[in-house]
């Protein structure tokens, strides 16, 4: 008796679940809001990233593409404010800790958070590099190498400006 009811209310939990995803894939087909946590975006199909991503951003993001230097209009800006993930919009860094590298993309010292982006050992192209991709979709966003400013952590995240989207002020400073 007791096991039938925890059944039973396991499924009533599942079901909740996929209601709630269902409502977030439905009310964010474009813009990703607080509700969008409820998709599980690591299972997120091909063919729905290239309905929600430009070609540029599918191929930079899911292809470990790389923009060609000094083409994002990330590179100069200067506006206090948040950079997010273009694919699942998570904060992954901050105006404040963004730097002119000089390397045609642009750089930051510092994550926003460190549990926003994982790092993985690159040996494509004939290199041992340091990707950098976004915890949550698993989206690539760069490469982090270690001739950062000396004077702050001595990293360089050298991010694609197509993996990044921008939301002015709103938590600059923040952890
Ligand atoms: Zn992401």
Redesign the pocket.
């Known amino acids: 008796m007791l096991a039938a009811s925890r059944l039973g209310a396991r499924r009533i939990a599942a079901v909740a679940v996929l209601c709630a995803t269902a409502r977030a894939m439905a009310t964010n087909s474009t813009a990703v809001t607080g509700a969008a946590d409820a998709v599980d975006?690591k299972a997120l199909p091909e063919e729905e990233w290239r309905r929600r991503l430009t070609p540029a951003q599918f191929d930079i993001l899911r292809r470990k593409g790389t923009e060609r230097p000094w083409t994002s209009e990330f590179n100069k800006h200067k506006s206090a404010g948040v950079y997010t993930?273009a694919?699942?919009g998570?904060p992954l860094f901050l105006s404040d800790h963004k730097f002119e590298s000089g390397c045609g993309w642009p750089s930051f010292f510092l994550p926003a958070d460190k549990a926003a982006v994982e790092e993985h050992k690159d040996l494509s192209l004939f290199m041992v590099r340091t990707e950098v991709t976004?915890k949550?979709?698993g989206?690539h966003l760069g490469h982090v190498f270690d001739d950062g400013p000396r004077d702050k952590t001595g990293l360089r995240y050298c991010i694609n400006g197509v993996s990044l989207g921008f939301s002015e002020g709103g938590g600059a400073g923040a952890k």
Do not use: E, L
């Open positions: 975006w993930c694919g699942c998570t976004c949550k979709c989206g």
